[in-house]
């Protein structure tokens, strides 16, 4: 069974930075991909950054290019989310997910954190 687990959620005004860490474990798993998603109320659930687990390659979505920086450690099997110069727009709850098998790294995922809180006041 695979779980993830994120952490490092907050309140922040509009300009600070906060960091996002998720832990995925999981008997012999070792994901092709890990992102970050973030839902605001009332609304879907985006993709905002994606990194491939062995090369390290990263995507993200223009309303995050250039504030927000994806990272993982395989050795610890934990993925970041260092998010600086925050936005109002940037409030929602943040979840990390892990994709297994190959594909877009923008694409569909398989499994899903909780959730953390992320609040951003202007």
């Known amino acids: 069974q695979v779980q993830l687990v994120e952490s490092g959620g907050g309140s922040v005004q509009a300009g600070g930075s906060l960091r996002l860490s998720c832990e995925v474990s999981?008997?012999?798993?070792?994901?092709?991909?890990a992102g970050w998603f973030r839902q605001a109320p009332g609304k879907e659930r985006n993709i905002v950054a994606a990194?491939?687990?062995?090369?390290?390659?990263?995507q993200y979505a223009d309303s995050v290019k250039g504030r927000f920086t994806i990272s993982r450690d395989n050795a610890k099997s934990m993925v970041y989310l260092q998010m600086n110069s925050l936005e109002a727009e940037d409030t929602a709850v943040y979840f990390c997910?892990?994709?297994?098998?190959?594909?877009?790294?923008?694409?569909?995922?398989?499994?899903w954190g909780q959730g953390t809180q992320v609040t951003v006041s202007s």
């Open positions: 999981g008997r012999t798993f070792r994901p092709f991909a």
């Open positions: 997910g892990v994709r297994r098998n190959i594909g877009p790294l923008m694409g569909a995922y398989d499994y």
């Open positions: 990194i491939h687990w062995n090369y390290g390659g990263t």
